[in-house]
């Protein structure tokens, strides 16, 4: 299944983005989204863990759906998911890495994350979408705020990022908080940056 968007593309996560996920854990994009942990990954050691979640995959209930985020030229840059989705309370967690520093900043995130809270809430009936982000990632904070997050909890000094303690933010959107993809894409002018 393919979500288009207007500055980006929801795609299944096949293996041109496996193939740059190295480049993506060991560069600046990882300590951002994984709350301040510094990877060192291989090539090799990625693919053995890749391989273990498929087979693990196969032995469970999959609760997760994983959608590729690209360009609208096709260009891999990241990744969007659908995690522990609970099927009896209907809630979700996401989770999300514009892997290329590249892409920062000019809205492939915010269109990437409309499409993903108006998949969750149309196609698998959630109730309520929540992330994770720690208080040094102001631009996640930015984002959040704009596209009608609510901040619902803040564990104080959760973190330990190079040596400082951070705040662990919960960020949470119910349905009827939802206005709808059009409606945010016009509140937030993203039609224009297409």
């Given at each position: 299944?393919?979500?288009?968007?207007?500055?980006?593309?929801?795609?299944?996560?096949?293996?041109?983005?496996?193939?740059?996920?190295?480049?993506?854990?060991?560069?600046?994009?990882?300590?951002?989204?994984?709350?301040?942990?510094?990877?060192?990954?291989?090539?090799?050691?990625?693919?053995?863990?890749?391989?273990?979640?498929?087979?693990?995959?196969?032995?469970?209930?999959?609760?997760?759906?994983?959608?590729?985020?690209?360009?609208?030229?096709?260009?891999?840059?990241?990744?969007?998911?659908?995690?522990?989705?609970h099927t009896t309370y209907r809630l979700?967690?996401?989770?999300?890495?514009?892997?290329?520093?590249?892409?920062?900043?000019?809205?492939?995130?915010?269109?990437?994350l409309l499409l993903t809270v108006d998949?969750?809430?149309?196609?698998?009936?959630?109730?309520?979408?929540?992330?994770?982000?720690?208080?040094?990632?102001?631009?996640?904070?930015?984002?959040?705020?704009?596209?009608?997050?609510?901040l619902e909890a803040r564990r104080r000094?959760?973190?330990?990022?190079?040596?400082?303690?951070?705040?662990?933010?919960?960020?949470?959107?119910?349905?009827?908080?939802?206005?709808?993809?059009?409606?945010?894409?016009?509140?937030?002018?993203?039609?224009?940056?297409?």
């Amino acid at each position: 299944m393919t979500l288009e968007g207007l500055l980006v593309d929801l795609v299944p996560r096949g293996q041109v983005f496996l193939d740059r996920e190295h480049v993506w854990r060991n560069n600046e994009s990882s300590f951002w989204s994984s709350g301040g942990d510094r990877y060192f990954a291989t090539q090799a050691a990625l693919r053995a863990q890749f391989e273990q979640w498929d087979e693990a995959r196969g032995q469970r209930r999959d609760d997760s759906v994983t959608f590729g985020l690209q360009t609208k030229d096709g260009t891999p840059i990241g990744f969007i998911s659908i995690n522990w989705l609970h099927t009896t309370y209907r809630l979700a967690l996401l989770g999300a890495r514009i892997g290329d520093p590249e892409y920062w900043g000019g809205g492939y995130g915010t269109d990437a994350l409309l499409l993903t809270v108006d998949y969750a809430f149309d196609w698998l009936d959630v109730r309520k979408i929540w992330l994770m982000t720690t208080s040094m990632n102001e631009r996640v904070q930015r984002q959040m705020v704009k596209c009608g997050f609510r901040l619902e909890a803040r564990r104080r000094a959760a973190v330990l990022a190079d040596g400082v303690w951070y705040d662990e933010l919960a960020y949470g959107l119910l349905r009827e908080e939802w206005p709808g993809r059009e409606a945010m894409i016009e509140r937030l002018g993203l039609r224009g940056k297409a």
